[in-house]
């Protein structure tokens, strides 16, 4: 099933400023396996004069005569008819044939998989920036690197990287927030676009895999509770490629999953000795965004805080440990449907209803990207002695908003809003923040009657003016209703 492409916007729009720059553009474009990025590159690549390169792992010399194909059609002198096939016998040969193409117009070379190349030949980022310095900062050039190991990308431009100072553009790409992972299944009911975001998350690729002209029970019977399944296959697939230990990163991971926070807690349950042993592997995994450590919103901007979690920050892999690896060997044996019938229903909706609460941090993040509220300098979960909040939104030091999630059968009542004032009066005392009620079922009459609440139920998640990322730079959109749920 085709799904249209989605979002980018700010992406594509800076990539295609390069291309009329009429400057020489060098141009770095990481992120996680399977976030899309060669779906944008390939996308800006389209009708232009532009070498696409996707990078396997081969030897340098094989990789060197798939360039020379890739190459040909932009080699000095062709016109039209069969491209010539390019021999290069080392890199220097490869980057002096785009130059010369350069001479007479603008070309452009993406790099797709650039790891391995590098993989292949250590030196290879030393020679770029060798070429770069003396031929590609002065040539009509747009030259595209891109990679899905992040740590090396990152080292490529750090200040003791080969090519720090010379990126003239970077791009992180990160998955989809709930609102665009949405579009990949906008045939379905706003409560299975949710769930769709608590079992996927924002991963193109994933999301691709379900066929919306059928039921999500049926999709997740064959997409994460078959032994062919792609969601079933991905985590250990995913954990294989990214780490030579796999093994300790699942067992961390598997912790967390389970509700242990600290690195202490997270350390025991892996088997290592201590919070220290743990901490390299939460790093690991914070770099290449599987996990996020949190703080309460007031000290986000202290690194040293001491009041800290760590959770899955992939709703994916949340979703695998909690609900697919315990049932890994009844699935394996053919049990699928019988472990989905134990699932659905009320421990599915567990499950979701911490997704639920990302939702609503996301949501506020939408509302102060369009101006209804905010701005915001931070948003996320704060925690304290005797209570929390869901979604919490600072302004500088004020508490400017917050939010609570229900994801139940029951309507939110206005018990619910009592408590969501409450726990704001605690951790802020004398703040006004906006309230927000994000409900499944909807909400008591008397709850969505009070002046300084905003009801949000699932359709107004998705509404259409909370995508302000079509808005052109310079321009302010329309007010979004401050009112949101309103109905």
């Known amino acids: 099933m085709r799904h249209p492409f989605v979002d980018r916007y700010r992406e594509r729009a800076d990539l295609e400023d390069a291309w009329a720059s009429d400057r020489p553009e060098l141009v770095v474009v990481h992120g996680r396996r399977r976030v899309g990025k060669s779906a944008l590159l390939a996308r800006f690549a389209s009708g232009k004069p532009i070498s696409y390169y996707v990078a396997a792992e081969q030897l340098e010399?094989?990789?060197?005569?798939?360039?020379?194909?890739?190459?040909?059609?932009?080699?000095?002198?062709?016109?039209?008819?069969?491209?010539?096939?390019?021999?290069?016998?080392?890199?220097?040969?490869?980057?002096?044939?785009?130059?010369?193409?350069?001479?007479?117009?603008?070309?452009?070379?993406?790099?797709?998989?650039?790891?391995?190349?590098?993989?292949?030949?250590?030196?290879?980022?030393?020679?770029?920036?060798?070429?770069?310095?003396?031929?590609?900062?002065?040539?009509?050039?747009?030259?595209?690197?891109?990679?899905?190991?992040?740590?090396?990308?990152?080292?490529?431009?750090?200040?003791?990287?080969?090519?720090?100072?010379?990126?003239?553009?970077?791009?992180?790409?990160?998955?989809?927030?709930?609102?665009?992972?949405?579009?990949?299944?906008?045939?379905?009911?706003?409560?299975?676009?949710?769930?769709?975001?608590?079992?996927?998350?924002?991963?193109?690729?994933?999301?691709?895999?379900?066929?919306?002209?059928?039921?999500?029970?049926?999709?997740?019977?064959?997409?994460?509770?078959?032994?062919?399944?792609?969601?079933?296959?991905?985590?250990?697939?995913?954990?294989?490629?990214?780490?030579?230990?796999?093994?300790?990163?699942?067992?961390?991971?598997?912790?967390?999953?389970?509700?242990?926070?600290?690195?202490?807690?997270?350390?025991?349950?892996?088997?290592?000795?201590?919070?220290?042993?743990?901490?390299?592997?939460?790093?690991?995994?914070?770099?290449?965004?599987?996990?996020?450590?949190?703080?309460?919103?007031?000290?986000?901007?202290?690194?040293?805080?001491?009041?800290?979690?760590?959770?899955?920050?992939?709703?994916?892999?949340?979703?695998?440990?909690?609900?697919?690896?315990?049932?890994?060997?009844a699935i394996q044996q053919g049990q699928g449907a019988e472990v989905l019938t134990e699932t659905w229903g009320e421990e599915l909706d567990r499950f979701v209803s911490r997704t639920f609460e990302d939702v609503a941090r996301q949501h506020l993040r939408r509302l102060a990207g369009t101006g209804a509220v905010g701005p915001f300098t931070t948003v996320g979960f704060w925690w304290f002695s005797g209570g929390d909040i869901d979604a919490a939104a600072m302004t500088g030091p004020r508490l400017t908003a917050a939010g609570s999630a229900k994801w139940t059968r029951e309507v939110m009542k206005p018990g619910d809003l009592a408590d969501l004032r409450r726990d704001a009066g605690i951790v802020a005392p004398g703040d006004r923040p906006r309230l927000f009620l994000y409900s499944r079922s909807?909400?008591?009459r008397n709850v969505a009657a009070e002046p300084d609440v905003t009801p949000v139920t699932l359709r107004d998640l998705y509404a259409a003016d909370l995508e302000y990322e079509r808005t052109e730079p310079g321009r302010t959109r329309s007010r979004a209703r401050s009112d949101q749920g309103r109905r």
């Open 61 to 329: 010399r094989d990789q060197l005569t798939d360039l020379g194909r890739v190459l040909g059609p932009m080699s000095v002198g062709f016109r039209r008819g069969r491209p010539p096939r390019l021999a290069f016998r080392d890199w220097d040969e490869a980057l002096a044939a785009v130059a010369d193409a350069a001479a007479t117009r603008r070309v452009g070379l993406v790099l797709d998989e650039f790891p391995y190349l590098v993989a292949a030949d250590r030196a290879l980022p030393s020679l770029i920036q060798r070429w770069w310095d003396a031929v590609g900062s002065r040539s009509n050039v747009v030259v595209i690197l891109a990679g899905s190991q992040q740590s090396m990308m990152r080292s490529l431009v750090s200040s003791e990287g080969a090519l720090y100072g010379r990126p003239t553009r970077a791009h992180h790409l990160r998955p989809f927030d709930y609102y665009y992972a949405g579009r990949f299944a906008s045939a379905w009911a706003p409560e299975d676009r949710i769930r769709l975001y608590a079992v996927a998350g924002g991963i193109p690729d994933y999301l691709e895999e379900f066929d919306t002209s059928r039921p999500l029970r049926d999709e997740l019977l064959r997409v994460a509770y078959s032994p062919a399944g792609r969601l079933f296959r991905e985590a250990p697939d995913l954990l294989r490629s990214e780490f030579t230990e796999p093994r300790t990163y699942e067992t961390v991971l598997r912790g967390i999953a389970n509700g242990y926070v600290t690195p202490g807690e997270i350390a025991t349950q892996a088997g290592l000795a201590g919070a220290n042993r743990v901490t390299p592997y939460l790093d690991r995994l914070i770099d290449l965004d599987l996990v996020e450590r949190r703080v309460p919103p007031p000290e986000a901007g202290q690194p040293r805080s001491r009041t800290s979690q760590y959770v899955i920050a992939d709703p994916y892999l949340r979703f695998y440990f909690a609900l697919v690896d315990p049932w890994r060997s």
């Open 442 to 444: 909807g909400f008591d």
